[in-house]
């Protein structure tokens, strides 16, 4: 894929995880791509989607439908067949919620060792907003092949009793949660319904950074020196440091785990998607809360 200047200039580390909304639409029918659609909102992929998308739903297609846990090889390998996803597809996410699900797919994908995997830089939000083309057609292709990869969870996701270890070494947590649930005033997102939590607060060391700090108004991401201010800055969080970052059940932090790992490069960074709905109930866990 050739390199794409305007996100080049960014001063990114890994600049190839992103395309522009330019770049995507000149690649609608690129038969090496793949364009995946995965939102918040399970109404929007039917209502209208770019042209070619197929969609992945993060509770359908991406979780086991009776452990709290990721679907296994065999369904990976299923989900790519149905989709029309070989070994050798690139892969372009892009959703609603500044992307936040498109993370979270991307995140599973990457857990798999899918090699070619990317994100459209402002997602549905800047598609939209620029008036491209949008449809309703449900495309149809031909079942893969795929050959998946047993799934990897050591060196991208944190499970919790080595987030127990995490906090007793005092590393580097990241929560990305809202302050008001940082704090512990809420247990949830305001406006979302509690996803069982008992106790609110935070991992006792972790250090607030609201995910969506990391995008401009348009969903595109910020630049490389205004995410260090806000990480590097900040949250005092260094490339080479062991980094856990989480939310509520690691969508959005997802999102800051794909900031962290591609746009500045750290090479030690695992999200935590147990999140506060596991650490909230666990039974003996250190708690801090503000309020």
Same mark, same amino acid.
């Given at each position: 894929?050739?390199?794409?200047?305007?996100?080049?200039?960014?001063?990114?580390?890994?600049?190839?995880?992103?395309?522009?909304? =330019?770049?995507?639409?000149?690649?609608? =029918?690129?038969?090496?791509?793949?364009?995946?659609?995965?939102?918040?909102?399970?109404?929007?992929?039917?209502?209208?989607?770019?042209?070619?998308?197929?969609?992945?739903?993060?509770?359908?297609?991406?979780?086991?439908?009776?452990?709290?846990?990721?679907?296994?090889?065999?369904?990976?390998?299923?989900?790519?067949?149905?989709?029309?996803?070989?070994?050798?597809?690139?892969?372009?996410?892009?959703?609603?919620?500044?992307?936040?699900?498109?993370?979270?797919?991307?995140?599973?994908?990457?857990?798999?060792?899918?090699?070619?995997?990317?994100?459209? =830089?402002?997602?549905?939000?800047?598609?939209?907003?620029?008036?491209?083309?949008?449809?309703?057609?449900?495309?149809?292709?031909?079942?893969?092949?795929?050959?998946?990869?047993?799934?990897?969870?050591?060196?991208?996701?944190?499970?919790?009793?080595?987030?127990?270890?995490?906090?007793?070494?005092?590393?580097?947590?990241?929560?990305?949660?809202?302050?008001?649930?940082?704090?512990?005033?809420?247990?949830?997102?305001?406006?979302?319904?509690?996803?069982?939590?008992?106790?609110?607060?935070?991992?006792?060391?972790?250090?607030?950074?609201?995910?969506?700090?990391?995008?401009?108004?348009?969903?595109?991401?910020?630049?490389?020196?205004?995410?260090?201010?806000?990480?590097?800055?900040?949250?005092?969080?260094?490339?080479?440091?062991?980094?856990?970052?989480?939310?509520?059940?690691?969508?959005?932090?997802?999102?800051?785990?794909?900031?962290?790992?591609?746009?500045?490069?750290?090479?030690?960074?695992?999200?935590?998607?147990?999140?506060?709905?596991?650490?909230?109930?666990?039974?003996?866990?250190?708690?801090?809360?503000?309020?």
């Amino acid at each position: 894929m050739e390199v794409l200047s305007a996100i080049e200039n960014r001063g990114y580390v890994h600049p190839e995880v992103l395309v522009t909304t =330019d770049w995507l639409a000149g690649h609608l =029918d690129d038969p090496t791509i793949r364009i995946v659609e995965s939102n918040e909102d399970p109404l929007l992929y039917t209502a209208a989607h770019i042209p070619g998308a197929v969609e992945v739903d993060w509770v359908r297609d991406l979780n086991d439908p009776v452990r709290r846990d990721y679907l296994d090889r065999d369904d990976f390998a299923d989900l790519m067949n149905r989709c029309g996803i070989g070994n050798e597809t690139t892969v372009v996410f892009y959703g609603d919620k500044n992307n936040w699900w498109a993370t979270y797919a991307f995140w599973v994908f990457h857990l798999f060792g899918h090699q070619h995997l990317r994100i459209l =830089d402002g997602g549905r939000i800047k598609w939209e907003a620029e008036g491209r083309p949008m449809t309703t057609d449900i495309p149809q292709y031909p079942p893969a092949e795929y050959h998946a990869h047993m799934r990897n969870d050591r060196t991208d996701r944190a499970m919790r009793d080595q987030v127990v270890e995490h906090v007793a070494r005092h590393l580097k947590l990241v929560d990305v949660r809202s302050p008001d649930e940082y704090s512990g005033l809420r247990t949830h997102m305001e406006g979302y319904p509690n996803e069982g939590a008992l106790r609110g607060g935070h991992i006792p060391g972790a250090r607030n950074i609201p995910w969506a700090r990391a995008v401009n108004p348009d969903a595109t991401f910020k630049s490389a020196d205004d995410l260090r201010a806000i990480y590097h800055d900040e949250a005092e969080v260094r490339e080479g440091e062991d980094v856990i970052v989480y939310c509520r059940i690691g969508e959005r932090s997802s999102h800051t785990w794909f900031v962290l790992k591609y746009l500045l490069g750290y090479r030690h960074v695992r999200n935590y998607d147990g999140s506060w709905t596991e650490w909230g109930n666990l039974v003996g866990v250190p708690i801090e809360k503000d309020v």
